[in-house]
């Protein structure tokens, strides 16, 4: 089936520090990636729609300046969570959907707990 | 905006007891998708259902797509410690293919 890897899996860091998470699709071209935010006992919140080679698409509530994303190849999506404080401690996951097919399911990266100190 | 609940938001049964959690849209969906969560883990695709009305079955588990398209569930038969996680629904956004909206998912425990 369909790999996607997510890599850090955890990080711990300082507040005010800058942390890049990445998203690659391992067997299938991902024409889109998406970047979810889950809290603890919570569900998923979709952040962003990632497509290759145009800029992302924010949802409402989402700060692209603090949250940047880029997508520069059919394997790879990156998030960068820059100045990151403690309100941004969270589970980040990226999932990815295959080339062609609509309605294609998603596949999940195994996530990247990030906590700041 | 849209929204999907799911209720129970958590159930707990004794191992061999079945299991049902219900999934409701306030749009209709062209389809409508189950993931699993294990603690600690990320959303693992269990299927995907396009049809008003239509049941799949995977062993344990049934899944049904309301006739509306507004609605869903999903039961297990026979709860096993393995089933232990939390299950979402999802569904596209209103007007669009791929962007999923996820359910406010159901916490399942199981003890022996």
């Known amino acids: 089936g369909a790999v996607v890897s997510q890599h850090p899996s955890r990080v711990i860091c300082k507040s005010g520090t800058s942390v890049k998470i990445e998203c690659r699709s391992l067997?299938?071209?991902?024409?889109?990636m998406f970047w979810y935010r889950q809290f603890p006992k919570q569900s998923l919140m979709l952040m962003a729609t990632s497509n290759e080679g145009s800029k992302a698409t924010y949802e409402q509530g989402v700060e692209k300046d603090k949250f940047l994303i880029n997508h520069a190849s059919l394997t790879l999506s990156t998030l960068t969570v820059t100045s990151a404080h403690p309100e941004d401690s969270s589970f980040y996951i990226c999932?990815?959907?295959?080339?062609?097919?609509?309605?294609?399911?998603?596949?999940f990266g195994d996530g990247t707990r990030l906590s700041i100190l | 905006g849209q929204q999907v609940m799911q209720i129970p938001q958590y159930q707990h049964v004794q191992e061999g007891e079945d299991f049902t959690t219900y999934c409701n849209s306030s749009t209709t969906l062209s389809n409508i998708q189950w993931y699993k969560q294990r603690p600690g883990g990320h959303p693992v695709f269990l299927i995907q259902l396009v049809k008003s009305g239509e049941v799949k079955k995977q062993k344990r588990l049934t899944f049904q797509f309301g006739e509306a398209k507004k609605n869903s569930s999903l039961h297990i038969t026979a709860t096993q410690t393995t089933d232990v996680g939390t299950y979402f629904c999802a569904g596209p956004f209103t007007g669009t293919a791929s962007k999923l909206t996820f359910g406010t998912g159901t916490r399942l425990q199981v003890t022996l």
């Open positions: 999932s990815a959907s295959g080339y062609g097919v609509s309605n294609q399911p998603q596949h």
């Open positions: 067997d299938f071209q991902a024409t889109t």
